[in-house]
């Protein structure tokens, strides 16, 4: 039987740094759901691939649809996985105003640091599902993009530093539907230490 090549082995969810569960503002009650959601991506990636890898390609015009709705769940389940590994990873700080390579990237790249936040914000509010800061090498400077979805990524050959989660999952069990005053509060738990970590491992500089 021909299949779909696939060596992927199974993924674990990545476990919770313990700032997370005393941010200020965001309760541990939120934390907990929604690292629950985000083990169910893990679950999902985990279990899209082994349906991808008993497809019989030997019946190829009867399985097209099949790949077809397995493969987009697929980008949905990952990137539900990458996006919140991002999110989780950069939250348990102080938040305040940016310093080192991502101070210098919002200067660049927005002149300066409120205006970047006021930006990023707006896209906040704008999106569906999340905003990003990402690097875009292309343009060599940092831009605030939105995806309405976890498989709408920014654009290929840009490099996510930030990442807000404005679905509603993200903020409703403490701030209802006040999305605003959550994305304030993710930007006071912002660790920029991590983010600059980011920024040294990825080689991306002012």
């Known amino acids: 039987m021909a299949t779909l090549a696939s060596n992927a082995a199974d993924i674990?969810?990545?476990?919770?740094?313990?700032?997370?569960?005393?941010?200020?503002?965001?309760?541990?009650?939120?934390?907990?759901?929604?690292?629950?959601?985000?083990?169910?991506?893990?679950?999902?990636?985990?279990?899209?691939?082994?349906?991808?890898?008993?497809?019989?390609?030997?019946?190829?015009?009867?399985?097209?649809?099949?790949?077809?709705?397995?493969?987009?769940?697929?980008?949905?389940?990952?990137?539900?996985?990458?996006?919140?590994?991002?999110?989780?990873?950069?939250?348990?700080?102080?938040?305040?105003?940016?310093?080192?390579?991502?101070?210098?990237?919002?200067?660049?790249?927005?002149?300066?640091?409120?205006?970047?936040?006021?930006?990023?914000k707006a896209t906040g509010m704008a999106g569906r599902g999340w905003a990003w800061a990402a690097y875009d090498w292309d343009e060599g400077r940092l831009v605030n993009y939105v995806g309405d979805a976890q498989n709408t990524f920014p654009v290929w050959n840009a490099t996510p530093l930030v990442a807000l989660d404005v679905y509603e999952h993200a903020y409703f069990i403490d701030f209802a539907t006040d999305r605003g005053s959550y994305i304030d509060t993710f930007f006071d738990n912002l660790d920029y230490d991590v983010v600059n970590d980011w920024c040294t491992r990825y080689g991306i500089r002012p």
């Open 12 to 120: 674990a969810p990545r476990d919770l740094k313990p700032s997370l569960y005393e941010l200020d503002g965001i309760s541990r009650q939120s934390v907990e759901a929604h690292y629950k959601l985000y083990q169910g991506y893990v679950n999902k990636r985990n279990e899209i691939l082994a349906k991808l890898a008993e497809v019989d390609l030997s019946a190829a015009n009867q399985v097209y649809s099949e790949v077809r709705a397995l493969k987009v769940d697929l980008s949905f389940a990952v990137g539900g996985v990458k996006n919140h590994e991002i999110y989780f990873e950069h939250l348990g700080g102080d938040g305040g105003k940016a310093d080192g390579a991502i101070a210098g990237l919002i200067e660049q790249g927005f002149g300066s640091f409120d205006a970047w936040k006021a930006d990023l």
